[in-house]
Structure formats: C-alpha cells, structure tokens
C-alpha cells in the first residue's frame, strides 16, 4: 500500500525554532478591550451580592438583651468598664 503526502513539509532551518512565532515588527497597537453597561451592571450587582454575603448575622435576640443590661444602673460597674476597655485596648492591639 502506498500513502502520498498530505501537503508540503518544510525542513527545520537554522536558528528557528519550531512553533515559535515571530514577534511583529513595527507595530505600535495595544491590546484592549470593551465592556458593555450590562457587563458592568452585572459586575456591581455581583460586588453588592458578595458583600451582603460577608455581612455578619445579626441577632435580634442578643441585642434587646444587650440593650436591657446598658439601660440597667447595677449592670455598668467599675468592673464591667474595665473589661471592657481591656477588650478595647486588646482589639487595637495595645
């Protein structure tokens, strides 16, 4: 059986490389690149969706008990003022 060539192969010449291609001399364009409003649209809603994921839950419950204890005279003591400033200084890292 005898197979014929498909096409012309060129033999490798000196100082090239094979599938390299050469860079393009003289041309002074920059690449760039467009979007549409939509594209830009979708983009900060994805920004505003990632953002509200990372928003901390808020506990209704914890708050109202918070509130009660602050508006309670007995609760805020020295005590109370001092761990909480150590908190404070702590979270700041002094």
């Given at each position: 059986m005898m197979?014929?060539?498909?096409?012309?192969?060129?033999?490798?010449?000196?100082?090239k490389r094979p599938g390299r291609a050469e860079?393009?001399?003289?041309?002074?364009?920059?690449?760039?690149?467009?979007?549409?409003s939509e594209?830009?649209?979708?983009?900060?809603?994805y920004q505003v969706v990632e953002l509200i994921k990372s928003v901390p839950?808020?506990?209704?419950?914890?708050i109202t008990e918070l509130r009660a204890k602050i508006n309670d005279p007995?609760?805020?003591?020295?005590q109370i003022v001092n761990a909480t400033a150590d908190k404070i200084l702590d979270a700041f890292g002094l």
């Open positions: 197979v014929d060539r498909i096409g012309h192969i060129e033999p490798l010449q000196p100082g860079p393009a001399s003289g041309s002074d364009r920059t690449d760039s690149i467009n979007l549409s594209a830009l649209e979708r983009a900060e809603i839950v808020v506990d209704e419950a914890r007995s609760y805020i003591n020295e």
